[in-house]
């Protein structure tokens, strides 16, 4: 069984939102259950360590040089302490070489400029399709490599009650209700599993990649997409665009 683990940077902005940032994204991991404890087990440990000391939830927007928000875990901490942790942290990830990222990074001027992205909760669910569609081929993948079918299941990030309802019935609607325009999800094993972020290492883990990705995309820093650059799905040449990480929409992204 294979866990998707997945979050995304910021909040799905709504239409002709001036504040917003010019691009959304949902990110995921994906690792192997017998890799979890192994990961979690890391987590834990460098959390622990005397110059960190770190307490509570870990994630991407506590690391700001001006957050201020009273549960930050990391508060304690100088910036360059913190950048040190980061390093760290996703190290974790990219010494496995079987962990993969997908994430998909959504151009919301683009996307509202579709005739189907009407709303904050379309454009998430448009931004979710490829990234559950990668999820799968990667599934696929793995199933042809091993001469086995490979299962896997999402684990995700609890909004609200009334997103996370319409969230789980979109998914339902994807996974069985194969189009044209929908893939085969063959390789899914239930629903989609939606859980406090502050009770999940995993959901943290994928909080932290969607947010380096933000970072390059939205402010164009790439210090620590650089560092996860080596995680990503990617083809047999090499290439990740496309592969780990999509553009939506596909056509009029900028």
């Not at 890799?35 to 360590?49: D, M, S, T, Y």
């Not at 085969?184 to 939606?194: A, G, P, R, S, W």
């Not at 972020?197 to 970072?215: C, E, K, L, P, Y």
């Amino acid at each position: 069984m294979h866990f998707f683990f997945i979050d995304e940077s910021g909040t799905p902005p709504k239409p002709g939102s001036k504040k917003s940032n010019p691009y959304f994204i949902i990110a995921g991991i994906v690792m192997h259950e017998s890799q979890w404890h192994g990961i979690a087990g890391e987590v834990r440990h460098l959390c622990a360590k005397p110059k960190y000391r770190v307490g509570g939830e870990i994630k991407w927007r506590y690391f700001g040089m001006h957050n201020s928000e009273p549960d930050n875990s990391v508060s304690h901490l100088d910036q360059a302490t913190r950048d040190a942790f980061r390093s760290e942290y996703f190290s974790i990830l990219t010494k496995r070489k079987s962990v993969k990222i997908i994430a998909c990074v959504a151009s919301v001027e683009a996307a509202y400029n579709t005739a189907y992205v009407k709303d904050a909760e379309s454009l998430y669910h448009y931004t979710y399709k490829p990234v559950s569609e990668r999820f799968q081929y990667h599934l696929q993948d793995l199933s042809r490599f091993v001469g086995d079918k490979q299962l896997g299941l999402i684990v995700g990030d609890h909004r609200g009650r009334k997103q996370d309802d319409e969230f789980r019935v979109h998914h339902s609607d994807m996974v069985e209700n194969e189009t044209a325009f929908v893939s085969n999800y063959d390789n899914f094993v239930e629903c989609i599993f939606l859980t406090p972020s502050h009770m999940s290492i995993g959901v943290q883990m994928a909080d932290m990649v969607a947010g380096a990705i933000g970072r390059a995309f939205n402010i164009g820093d790439r210090t620590f997409f650089d560092v996860i650059r080596p995680s990503f799905r990617t083809n047999a040449a090499g290439k990740y665009e496309g592969f780990g990480l999509v553009k939506f929409p596909t056509k009029g992204w900028k």
